[in-house]
């Protein structure tokens, strides 16, 4: 290998790092077990406002989550400087309490020389000697350096660990269906599990469901009320610490399943038998010459041509499902047959 070949890529490698230094860092900080984020990176000089004996600041950050800065004060602050700018979006503490008791933060940021408030102020109750309390939400943003201003209550300030990091988001989608909903979001890959919460007011919710945390896709809510919009939300939970809160989607279930007729029918009829009055049999014919044969409701029916003619202009799902209804042999809630748009050469509508 050539050494202009090797300055080239070096400089590559220089100027990368200047640019991007927040990717940088990601790649290479440690993590600490039972904590979200990352230690600061090396290079970091730690300050605090005052020390007791041997529990020096930089405890607070190497890592062991055994080892802890002590104020020796009820009050106090400690700063981080960083090598260069970081952008995080929370800070995570391990806090010493002895006794158990409360304790109050509040986070700055280094930005531009200064130092601005990026955190409410926010009250832990903690809960055991060692505690690590959820998250604090900081304003996101690349900073130098935080500083935390904490009061520990009713006994000396201590720090066992402090980390940092960015909040993943969760991006909730939400599909009506008969007496149900379809929920479906993105995995949060430090999720322990989820938490659904949902109830027919916005931002009010008086039901819960746990799930575990690969039920990220087509997660069915049972036991709703046709016709009744539900609001529903997601918070990813981080050993039993919510951390991360969905958007919310508002869901109004439905005997037809769907609320926009390109998208294939999922529901199925509490009554196929009362749909709309008027029946029919549908026969569909294949391309491969196999005929199809269903007994319908003529919404079906409507359904079915709606979502086909829709296909046919260019627009819609490639998929469309029939419900088979009374055709149901074997021990199965439900069956559907799912009729692709280019395998169909005719159909037949008979009206009874």
Sequence with gaps: MSKKFMATVL????????????????ATLN?????????????????????????????????????????????GNI??????????????????ALPVRTVSYTIYGLEGGKWVQISENTTHSLKATYTTAPPIKVK???????????DGGSSWLAFNEITLGTFETIDLTGQPQNSSAKLNWNAI????????????????????????????????VPNLTNGTTYYFQVVAIFNGVETVISNEVAVTPNEAGTTNPDEPSTGEPSNPQSS??????????????????????????NDFISWYESKQAGSGSASHA???????????????????????????VSEY
């Design 11 to 26: 400089t590559f490698l220089l100027v990368s790092i200047m640019v991007l230094p927040s990717a940088t860092h990601a």
């Design 31 to 75: 993590t600490v077990e039972g904590m979200l984020g990352f230690s600061p990176p090396e290079g970091t000089t730690v300050k605090g406002s005052s020390i007791y004996s041997n529990y020096v600041e930089e405890n607070s950050i190497d890592g062991d989550i055994g080892t802890f800065w002590n104020a020796g004060t009820y009050k």
């Design 79 to 96: 700063e981080l400087n960083f090598p260069s700018a970081i952008e995080f979006n929370f800070v995570h503490i391990t806090t010493a």
């Design 140 to 150: 996101q943003g690349a900073y130098n350096g935080i500083r935390i201003e904490a």
């Design 189 to 220: 890959k430090e999720a322990t599990n989820y938490k659904i919460n949902y109830g027919t007011q916005p931002n009010k919710y008086s039901d819960s469901i746990s799930v575990e945390k690969d039920t990220e896709g087509n997660l069915v």
């Design 276 to 301: 709309s009055g008027n029946r029919a049999i549908l026969v569909v014919t294949m391309t491969t010459g196999l005929e199809k044969e269903f007994d319908l409701s003529m919404k079906e029916v």
């Design 322 to 348: 029939i419900n088979k209804h009374d055709n149901n042999k074997g021990p199965f809630s439900s069956r559907k047959d799912y009729m692709l748009f280019d395998r169909i050469l005719t159909f037949e």
